[in-house]
């Protein structure tokens, strides 16, 4: 059984970074295939996705949050990180992980961390 969780600080002021971390379970990271995504969703609103890390350590951008976007991982822990920089309120999101495949979408999620931007 496959699991992910979140952790990080559940405020960040603005226009500091901020920085998640999601730990898989279950399963490795370096898998092929798998690829390993950040998705959020704001207070009232859909979920965004915002970008992804593949088993050969690509990471693919949403266009509307590249420029403030980075996906790492390490794999010695079996985790990947978000790094989201000079957010705004704006950016108060509940922040999710989760696994996805080409077939089969995203069949594994994190229960989700909310961050408030908030000065």
């Known amino acids: 059984q496959v699991q992910l969780q979140e952790s990080g600080p559940g405020l960040v002021k603005p226009p500091q970074t901020l920085s998640l971390t999601c730990t898989v379970s279950?399963?490795?990271?370096?898998?092929?295939?798998?690829?390993w995504s950040w998705i959020r969703q704001p207070p009232g609103k859909g979920l965004e996705w915002m970008g992804a890390i593949v088993y050969s350590g690509r990471t693919y951008y949403s266009p509307s949050l590249k420029s403030r976007t980075s996906i790492s991982r390490d794999t010695s822990k079996n985790q990947f990180t978000l790094q989201l920089s000079s957010v705004t309120p704006e950016d108060t999101a509940v922040y999710y992980c989760s696994r996805e495949t080409m077939t089969d979408g995203m069949d594994y999620w994190g229960k989700g961390t909310l961050v408030t931007v908030s000065s």
């Open positions: 279950g399963g490795s990271i370096t898998t092929n295939y798998y690829y």
